[in-house]
């Protein structure tokens, strides 16, 4: 079965530094992969995805993330992170079967 | 705008009783899902459906149903409510999920079980 592991429940960071949020998964065939974004009392949102083509994938507010196969990775990162990212962040893989596998979310706290 | 929504957004229930969550979208998706959120462990799949008269268990089916007799609706009912339910329920649909897997998902609902 697939699974979808982030090693940091929280990471607390300085408002302009740079960010990486981790995700492994366990796959053997190909994947899509996801990230999606929780603010505050809200639903999760797409934040970006992989399907194919370049790994390097990135989001219109600054995010990118990286798709790297032999390490079966899909890491999150940002240079300059803004209070306003603060939020909870999950990965997500989707492989053969139909539905969508969460891992269990880090919150990035940005502090002024 | 299109948009999904659930209802209600908290709600308070004692042990034994059936509840109802309802989930409303106007994608017109084929495919819906239920989630529940709880911390530590992410989302966690409960059911879901491929369109009408569709449904299948997810992750965590236990002592849940769903059933759907339309496109737009997909209400998820807690038979007989235990304390281990509480907690965040999140519907999400998507149009694509064969190719892509691209979720919108609903604002929540918070169900607390006494």
């Known amino acids: 079965a697939q699974s979808v592991t982030q090693l940091d429940s929280q990471v607390p960071v300085f408002e302009e530094a740079p960010v990486e949020l981790r995700c492994n998964y366990s796959s053997s065939v190909s994947v899509y992969l996801f990230w999606y974004v929780q603010y505050p009392n809200q639903g999760l949102q797409l934040l970006l995805k992989y399907l194919s083509g370049s790994t390097l994938v990135e989001s219109i507010n600054g995010f990118e993330a990286e798709f790297n196969k032999s390490q079966t990775s899909f890491h999150l990162r940002k240079p300059s992170v803004h209070i306003s990212d603060t939020a909870e962040y999950f990965c997500a893989v989707k492989g053969s079967s139909y539905k969508l596998i969460f891992g269990s979310g880090t919150r990035l706290l940005v502090r002024p | 705008d299109a948009e999904i929504t659930q209802s209600p957004r908290h709600k308070i229930t004692e042990t034994g009783r059936q509840v109802t969550l309802a989930c409303h979208q106007t994608?017109?998706?084929?495919?819906m899902f239920w989630y529940r959120q709880d911390l530590g462990h992410g989302l966690r799949l409960i059911h879901y459906?491929?369109?009408?008269?569709?449904?299948n268990k997810g992750e965590v089916s236990d002592g849940y149903s769903v059933s759907r007799s339309n496109t737009e609706d997909l209400p998820l009912t807690l038979e007989s409510a235990a304390s281990s339910q509480t907690s965040v329920y999140f519907c999400a649909s998507s149009g694509d999920i064969r190719n892509t897997g691209e979720l919108f998902f609903g604002e929540g609902s918070r169900l607390t079980v006494l």
């Open positions: 459906s491929y369109g009408v008269q569709d449904t």
């Open positions: 994608w017109n998706h084929n495919n």
